[in-house]
Structure formats: C-alpha cells, structure tokens
C-alpha cells in the first residue's frame, strides 16, 4: 500500500558528494521520522541520519558535519545530502518511513529498495 522510492546512488570519489532522494507514495495519511540507513558488506544496517516530522534531526557521529537530511513534508520526501565523502561511507543506502494510513490509527515501518552509494579512494 506504500512504496519508498530511491534514487541518487553511485560512484564517487573521495572527497566529492551525492544526494540521495526517497519519494513515499500511496495510502499515505501521515509520516513522522524519516530517516537514512546504511549497510556494508559484512556489517550490520546502521542509521546515518533521521528527522522528524517537525525538523528535528539526528546523526551518527561518524557523518556529523559532513551530511544533511531534510524533507518535504508536501511532497512526503526525504534527501541526504552527502559531502566530503570518504571510503567508508561505501555502503548501501537505504530510506526509511513511520507511517500511518489514511483514516488508520497503527504505525508501520517502511523501507526503500537500497541504492548502492561506492566511494573510491
């Protein structure tokens, strides 16, 4: 009934950025957190980055300064803006949504395809 939708990914180099936008459509009544995960070979999903539905917005310490999530409540979208890109940050990427349905009352948990995201030294 709800679809996120990724787009952004790629090959960089070190040093240079990316965006990545999630697009959520369908029954879609409300969304509160937003956020961005990631997931290396060999490792476990970690949060990057999450936001409210009010603005307020959370980092892992190792992108603090260097990436910006924000959304589009209108347009139920969410984007990382990704700086000063390291090879570590080579993972794949993945949007994340709380939401609750229309005239619903549960909240549920939605996830993106992935978009691969390669930093090269």
């Known amino acids: 009934q709800v679809q996120l939708v990724e787009s952004g990914g790629g090959l960089v180099q070190a040093g240079g950025s990316l965006r990545l936008s999630c697009a959520a459509s369908g029954n879609i009544g409300s969304i509160n957190t937003m956020a961005w995960y990631r997931q290396a070979p060999g490792k476990e999903r970690e949060s990057v980055a999450t936001?409210?539905?009010?603005?307020?917005?959370n980092y892992a310490d190792s992108v603090k300064g260097r990436f910006t999530i924000s959304r589009d409540n209108a347009k139920n979208t969410v984007t990382l803006q990704m700086l000063s890109l390291k090879p570590e940050d080579t993972a794949v990427y993945y949007c994340?949504?709380?939401?609750?349905?229309?005239?619903?009352?549960?909240?549920?948990?939605?996830w993106g395809q992935g978009t691969q995201v390669t930093v090269s030294s």
């Open positions: 994340y949504a709380n939401i609750r349905y229309i005239s619903g009352t549960a909240w549920f948990r939605y």
């Open positions: 936001i409210t539905n009010d603005g307020r917005t």
